[in-house]
């Protein structure tokens, strides 16, 4: 048995990592695969362009991310019904949602059908979209080289796990932490200085723009909702009123 376990990891080192890009629109699929490859050129990018390309590909292959439309031609919610395909076929298989539909609209719904994150077409730049794959890539591999998705979250599952290297999500009392890359930063300075008040101006390092108090506030939110979806009696990040928050130790 640890022979055949040390074969698997080998294997998983060794084969590239494969990314499926589902979008209907071709100038926006190769932008996307373009962008892909400029920052991990060894990668191997399939892309569909209609939900029965990508189902038969979901049939045939197992991606270690997928990239995806939720409206697919005249199917307002093809990417609705693709995610639950791939939570059935391949369960732990990382989604990224790249969307025209409004996140204020459909975040909550991805979150809810366990998308690794949304990003609205338009409003983000290609640096957001790259730090993104390549995190979930990164987490991929480490699931990858342990034998399966879920392989490598056997730590302590009672207290917030962060990986310094971010090859791996967040765990919150063992449960992957679903936020945006700039909440998880925010998420990590707060605790890494747990028990003291971190003010608004060490907070706008872990943003790329929007520097200001409101945008603070409204990412400490999202991390607040985000771990209250995991335990519902959370409340250990306090406001500190013209400080900044504070994660009480």
Not at 34 to 44: Q, S
Not at 88 to 115: E, N
């Amino acid at each position: 048995m640890v022979q055949v376990s040390a074969a698997n990891a080998a294997n998983a080192a060794i084969a590239p990592q494969r990314v499926a890009v589902i979008e209907d629109d071709g100038p926006t699929s190769d932008q996307l695969k373009g962008w892909i490859l400029a920052a991990r050129p060894l990668l191997v990018v399939d892309q569909c362009f209609t939900r029965d390309e990508a189902e038969a590909a979901l049939e045939r292959q197992r991606y270690d991310a997928v990239v995806l439309d939720i409206e697919l031609g005249r199917e307002r919610h093809a990417g609705v019904a693709i995610i639950n395909t791939i939570n059935k076929r391949h369960p732990g298989t990382p989604v990224l949602v790249v969307s025209a539909m409004p996140a204020a609209l459909y975040r909550s719904i991805m979150k809810a059908l366990d998308a690794w994150d949304y990003l609205q077409k338009t409003t983000f730049e290609e640096s957001e979209f790259t730090e993104t794959l390549l995190e979930i890539l990164r987490a991929a591999a480490v699931a990858r080289a342990s034998g399966g998705p879920g392989g490598a979250r056997t730590e302590h599952a009672d207290e917030l796990l962060l990986d310094p290297l971010r090859q791996a999500a967040a765990l919150f009392r063992g449960q992957r932490v679903n936020l945006p890359l700039t909440a998880q930063r925010i998420l990590a300075v707060l605790h890494a200085r747990r028990g003291e008040v971190v003010s608004y101006e060490d907070l706008y390092a872990a943003i790329k723009s929007g520097r200001n108090r409101d945008n603070v506030r409204k990412h400490v939110s999202t991390i607040r909702e985000a771990l209250r979806e995991i335990d519902p009696a959370f409340d250990a990040i306090d406001n500190v009123p013209m400080r900044g928050f504070r994660w009480r130790a």
